[in-house]
């Protein structure tokens, strides 16, 4: 048996068609009073939550992803000189709400935020409900394709494969989102105003790669 070996790298492709969406939000408050503001974000959140769920959504599947309460200053110029002064407390909440791909119920949902009081700033993504299933066939995709290139290249050297020694792969996260991008955040505050207005749109299908190195011995 031969020590040598070749070591080729696998590279797996795989568009696949959205079938989920992920309603990204970011609700602020600025009061001067520390207690004001935590009581008015919370009012607010819970004016979103309520929002959401007359259109049929579970309110306890809005989740908050981050949460923080700095203070604010605002500059401002006297004498020639820049200086600045206490503005308040801001409350920062970015929250999350992910529900299966039904532009209908989507319509239907970015008009009920526009409509409470809340007046977050919002940003719709679409992706793979079930991301397990795109990472393994990205995987066996990888994999058989470094099989195809060892074995071109072992029979072209006039070798023949031997068994795998070793596969190496990086477990980065994929990004699993369609490019198509909604933009309304200067539409909003309009948008409830257009209560028979539907999104009619398809996504673009999600493309992503993977890559696995494997390696065999050769004979």
């Not at 989740?63 to 820049?82: H, V």
């Not at 995987?139 to 070798?159: F, P, T």
Request: glycine share 4%; net charge neutral.
């Amino acid at each position: 048996m031969s020590n040598r070996e070749i070591v080729v790298k696998g590279i797996g492709k795989i568009s696949a068609a959205p079938d989920f969406i992920v309603l990204t939000m970011t609700l602020e408050v600025v009061e001067p009073d520390y207690e004001k503001t935590m009581r008015r974000s919370g009012d607010l959140l819970e004016a979103l939550r309520s929002a959401i769920a007359s259109v049929g959504h579970d309110g306890k599947l809005l989740k908050t992803t981050s949460f923080k309460i700095n203070t604010k200053y605002e500059r401002y110029k006297k004498n020639d000189t820049w200086k600045q002064r206490f503005n308040g407390y801001a409350c920062t909440q970015e929250l999350r709400l992910e529900f299966d791909l039904d532009m209908s119920m989507l319509g239907m949902t970015l008009r009920a935020i526009a409509e409470c009081d809340a007046e977050p700033i919002f940003n719709i993504q679409f992706s793979i409900k079930d991301q397990n299933v795109v990472s393994e066939q990205l995987l066996i995709d990888a994999v058989e394709n470094a099989k195809w290139k060892a074995s071109v290249l072992a029979k072209s050297a006039g070798a023949k494969l031997g068994a795998i020694q070793r596969i190496d792969y990086n477990w980065s996260e994929l990004r699993l989102y369609s490019d198509t991008n909604i933009n309304m955040l200067e539409a909003a505050p309009a948008y409830s105003a257009r209560s028979s207005t539907i999104i009619n749109i398809q996504p673009e299908d999600i493309k992503v790669r993977d890559t696995a190195t494997v390696v065999w011995a050769i004979e």
